[in-house]
């Protein structure tokens, strides 16, 4: 009798007994109803029925962090706690689109709470029979893009929309020259009327591939598909038949059955992009943790997923980006290994803390305006974060790695002040 | 020069200036970069900067509602707005996935606001070209189930999960010959080892088809289909194969790409369930209102869409559920409608205010326990119901209704007080 379960850990807050509203939860998301019916029996109950593993109480607020959540007459008190809920694999198979239904879906509506956010989630390997993981992920990627020892260092092809293919084709020639390994469009750069993909596809490709037959390695770009699906597949086909060798997808929008189809067809490494992201975790009551969220796209395989970075520009805490990037070292199923991809106003300045605080170089490291609006041009932008890199890794501080490094000195001055 | 454009409607919070916010999330969403960049050029900003149309300032709150703001020194005001941005058509082109970045991408992320809700979106019409909407609409259902001049009254197996297809096909039966008009898989239901979906619509189907061949109406069934997409469209033939007449998807968990290219294949109205969206709205300043949401699905062509209920049992208030069926009623390039499925503790009893503050019947009414706890069973539980609409349709209070009318005593009498 040990059918695989799958446990899914939530934070909670309500007025209410945290051990009542834990059920509510347990029976609104398996074999539960508003009032008992004629076929809910106890042999139903028994095989169907999610059951509370665990609940560790913490801190209460004097305020419910959620509209529209029931309160006992004389609550002033909202009890936050952890919780975690095992439920029967065979209520959903091996069906993610459902397992998501069930573990993220009408709870967060429900009033027995004033706050409910999916933290964690624990899969059983069984799912890897259908669900295949990245196919390229960290080794996959190391060896396309011939990076070894070190972060895979990238820009975003800035400004985000307004350029035209050619000028996007000459910025990547430039950062080519440069040494750059790789290249990605915006979020927002898709198949647009002023730079259709195709077309654009061509040019840069162009450019990439004449530097890899001159240096013998070849720069990554990631195209942004994202589109509609018959379009994502005619526009990997363009990608891959112009010698590309990364596709990349907006996975919020595209979403999870559309990224898992894309995932059968692919032949390319698929750049994870989460933006959207906020809306799904901001709030420190509702929605999902990094955790649980980066462990679907690597079950679906994603092969790189955005984390921002290090003092980003966004509202999100340094321990929240470190948390995430060790999220995804942890291994799932035995491996399903992605590539963090660390961004978000990083400008080289973050390399020594994200190797502290991470313990790892296998990321893809991405400066936008970092590398782009360097005093010597992009570059000597490249450089200076390849050079703060170095020093990261032989503990050399980069203040005094810039004695020897013009470049990475003339990154400190313009943005090592703006921290 | 009228290029088209897309307005997005947006609820924001923030301590700083209202006006630079604004032009933030216009400059991060469109053309900007966090440094000026070298092809940042005036021509290029000209073309494809998005532009700040409208600011309404509204209250102001003295915390903020979400975390990693920026704040300045002594600001104690958290200032709200409406914000109105457009954004160039030739951005994104009709590629409805980018538009989601553009409109709900990286600016929830932001810390220039302390919160940032996407209210409502304008899409152009152009967008109907690649965009077929819904194949069914109210209309289709209506002739589908052959319900006219009154809402289409349904209901949920229930429990969600855990029955044989024998004892779903039983039930359905029972349903079925008390004249139901609509069943509906539960969000959990979909594929799982204890009820594979071909074996349940197999058995559920032969109900069903042997019921209409005695009455001359086919009771809709809304198979949950949702799955990996090659599944979905196994599941969709087997449902078409044995005569079945809805599909029913959870739209957030499948997502947009998916949804739409089942749309391209399917040849049965699309039920979409909205399980998960208390993540995207509970919070009043994160998220996306309905009233955008529901746009993006009715493009790409769902035919049915959950709404909630009055008096639910979840969070949400009356006036957003009354706001959500009110926008769906709102003609979207000519037509593009869809039927809201009215659901969530609904027993019959919130049928005269559901009309009288929509002012429509065009509804799939779907009460679960409302109908399958009634005192004298189902059949009775759903004549309490057809008996409640039709005293709101005749303007007659439901306890007069309810002295010719036994099953709607009874359901007024076990339901009535509940609430």
Chains 1, 2 share one sequence.
């Not at 074999?31 to 509370?52: H, M, N, Q």
């Not at 993610?96 to 709470?113: I, M």
């Not at 010698?243 to 990349?248: E, I």
């Amino acid at each position: 009798m040990s059918e695989p379960v799958l446990l899914a850990k939530y934070l909670i807050e309500t007025a209410q007994s945290v051990e009542r509203t834990a059920e509510v939860i347990a029976g609104e998301q398996s074999s539960g109803t508003f009032v008992a019916v004629p076929g809910e029996t106890e042999e139903l109950k028994r095989r169907s029925r999610a059951r509370v593993v665990s609940i560790e109480a913490l801190e209460t607020v004097s305020q419910p962090s959620l509209p529209g959540s029931r309160i006992g007459d004389h609550s002033t008190e909202f009890q936050r706690a952890e919780v975690t809920i095992e439920f029967p694999l065979q209520n959903f198979g091996l069906n993610l689109p459902t397992v998501l239904a069930t573990v993220c879906g009408n709870l967060f509506e429900l009033s027995d709470h004033s706050g409910c956010k999916l933290l964690d989630v624990e899969i059983p390997s069984v799912f890897a029979e259908r669900y295949p993981g990245p196919q390229f992920g960290v080794r996959g990627t190391r060896e396309l893009t011939a990076v070894f020892g070190r972060p895979v260092i990238g820009t975003i092809v800035k400004p985000s929309v307004g350029l035209t293919p050619e000028q996007t084709a000459e910025l990547v020639r430039t950062l080519g020259e440069a040494g750059i390994d790789f290249v990605k469009d915006d979020e927002l750069m898709a198949d647009p009327p002023h730079s259709p993909l195709k077309k654009r596809v061509e040019l840069v490709m162009r450019e990439i591939n004449r530097l890899a037959d001159r240096t013998g390695r070849k720069l990554m770009y990631a195209v942004n598909i994202s589109d509609e699906l018959d379009a994502m597949r005619r526009h990997h086909d363009c990608v891959l038949a112009a010698g590309g060798t990364c596709v990349m997808v907006s996975l919020n929008h595209v979403g999870f059955a559309g990224v898992s189809q894309l995932r059968q067809y692919c032949q390319l490494p698929i750049h994870g992009h989460r933006n959207g992201w906020g809306m799904w975790t901001r709030h420190p009551v509702l929605g999902m943790e990094f955790t649980a969220y980066q462990k679907f796209w690597r079950a679906i395989g994603v092969d790189h997923l955005h984390v921002n970075g290090l003092q980003n520009k966004f509202w999100e805490p340094d321990d929240s980006v470190v948390r995430s990037i060790k999220a995804m070292r942890e291994p799932m199923w035995g491996g399903y290994e992605s590539m963090p991809v660390v961004s978000s106003g990083q400008w080289g300045g973050q390399a020594p803390e994200t190797l502290r605080r991470t313990g790892t170089q296998d990321l893809i490291y991405v400066a936008g305006g970092g590398i782009m609006a360097h005093p010597l041009g992009p570059a000597a932008g490249l450089r200076a974060i390849q050079q703060a890199w170095q020093a990261a890794a032989d503990g050399v501080p980069l203040e005094k790695f810039a004695m020897q490094h013009e470049e990475l000195r003339l990154t400190l001055e313009k943005f090592g002040q703006t921290k």
